[in-house]
């Protein structure tokens, strides 16, 4: 059987068998019998699976958006989960693998395939190159996999706790009969960075194309689990080391169309590593409408009001803005947030000017030509709280809210998550348990695992 056709299967085992299935089918390498390392790297360019099924239920239960009364019933009457996403709910999935859950570890069943059988292939000197591109591209695939679950379903980190709160499954094995646990919080991070720094020390500075890994977009990832994990100092550090490497920044005015449907285009000079959302009905511009707050934050010289929303002409604003050139979100890493994190690292650390330097550099280019004044403040604290603003404005709908009220919370920001629907009120407190999501109730059933 040729490797397409062996490839295809392992693809179609992963992607479309129900959970029984998925969790008793024998692990057989036969199944991929790969021959060269071109073979491989067919695996991780899945684009349609490893770059554009990215989670969104964060997204969903974040504060960037709302809806009204009546679409949230319709989505109910449809019995779509996004509804039941939007209050917190017990239950935000619907069972099989067209999920987040689904979804993302199919992406750690590949990266521990071509794991698995990369060393087996044999390869000479003119093949190094391509030999660590894959190896690094897998350990990055997991890596940042591992990230995107422990920011939904894993407690925020505590320095304290987390030797004792649960994590996710740490799945380093493609053998399906290997039986699924629950790792610490601690341990989920480690395996994170682990396998994000080994990425590191493999991949290209410069890759064929942004939906593959790269030294910049690994250590980018690596910044961003160490902002996830409030270790600020690691964070500013590998942000820096990324920034070193590609710094460019996407300058908002003319040639720029802001009337365009989809103004920003994919693949633009800011992006460092490329990958998309999952769809989802209730983040379409259709129905999710900005929050009215964040909207009004933006200041009217502010390209980014009339670039990133589209006015709904009935007093609420949609967003247009994603770096994916179309409604699906952005949820890859860009150098706008690379800035972002070494900005706020900086000012965690007491350093104003670093900070200030990072933060006016990036948002001149996000403001008409000439009428953007500068920060100057000196107070550390002040500087840190407008950082943290201009963070939210910067990266609406890229799958980091959720992860920052975790973090924030954690530093006593007190943010307290409200939605209120035909007079009843949900409402999410700072350092909730409902902060790790449910997890799939069909996964809970059959592997046995801890449900949040």
């Not at 684009?47 to 099924?53: D, F, I, K, L, P």
């Not at 395939?113 to 093949?127: A, C, N």
């Not at 190159?129 to 980190?157: C, N, P």
Request: charged share 20%; with cysteine.
């Amino acid at each position: 059987m040729p490797i397409r056709i062996h490839i295809w299967l392992l693809i179609f085992v992963i992607s479309t068998s129900s959970c029984k299935k998925y969790l008793d089918q024998k692990s057989d390498q036969r199944l991929v019998t790969a021959s060269s390392l071109a073979d491989l790297q067919a695996i991780l360019d899945n684009s349609g699976a490893v770059h554009q099924q990215d989670p969104l239920s964060g997204e969903r239960a974040s504060d960037n958006y709302f809806i009204s009364a009546q679409q949230w019933q319709q989505l109910v009457s449809s019995g779509s989960p996004d509804a039941r996403a939007y209050i917190w709910g017990t239950d935000i999935y619907n069972p099989g693998f067209t999920n987040d859950w689904g979804y993302l570890y199919n992406n750690v069943q590949r990266a521990n395939t071509v794991l698995s059988l990369v060393d087996g292939i044999p390869h000479g000197p003119t093949e190094e190159t391509e030999y660590r591109q894959i190896k690094g591209s897998a350990y990055f695939v997991r890596g940042r996999s591992f990230l995107l679950g422990a920011t939904l379903w894993a407690k925020a980190w505590d320095e304290v706790t987390g030797v004792n709160d649960l994590g996710i499954p740490l799945r380093l094995n493609p053998d399906f009969n290997i039986i699924t646990t629950r790792a610490s919080v601690k341990e989920t991070y480690e395996q994170i960075l682990r396998d994000l720094k080994v990425a590191a020390m493999l991949l290209p500075i410069y890759p064929a194309h942004p939906t593959r890994p790269s030294q910049p977009a690994a250590y980018g990832f690596i910044a961003r689990t160490y902002l996830s994990m409030r270790q600020y100092d690691s964070a500013g550090y590998y942000a820096n080391l990324c920034l070193q490497l590609k710094d460019d920044l996407l300058n908002l005015n003319p040639p720029i169309n802001s009337s365009a449907n989809f103004p920003i285009t994919r693949f633009n000079p800011e992006v460092i590593y490329d990958a998309v959302s999952s769809v989802t009905t209730m983040m379409g511009q259709a129905i999710a409408k900005i929050d009215t707050t964040l909207y009004r934050s933006f200041a009217s010289n502010d390209l980014r009001q009339t670039v990133y929303f589209r006015n709904n002409n009935n007093g609420s604003y949609a967003f247009k803005g994603s770096y994916s050139g179309s409604n699906t979100g952005f949820t890859g890493i860009a150098v706008d947030e690379v800035y972002l994190m070494r900005a706020e690292a900086a000012a965690r650390q007491g350093k104003v000017i670093e900070a200030l330097n990072d933060l006016n550099r990036l948002l001149e280019e996000k403001w008409r030509v000439g009428f953007y004044v500068p920060y100057t403040e000196t107070d550390p604290e002040k500087v840190l709280q407008i950082i943290l603003q201009e963070r939210r404005k910067q990266l609406i709908y890229r799958g980091l809210r959720w992860m920052d009220i975790k973090r924030l919370n954690k530093e006593g920001q007190t943010i307290i998550l409200q939605r209120v629907l035909d007079g009843e009120v949900y409402k999410l407190s700072p350092n909730e348990s409902r902060y790790a999501l449910p997890i799939p109730q069909d996964v809970i059933d059959i592997t046995g695992i801890p449900q949040n």
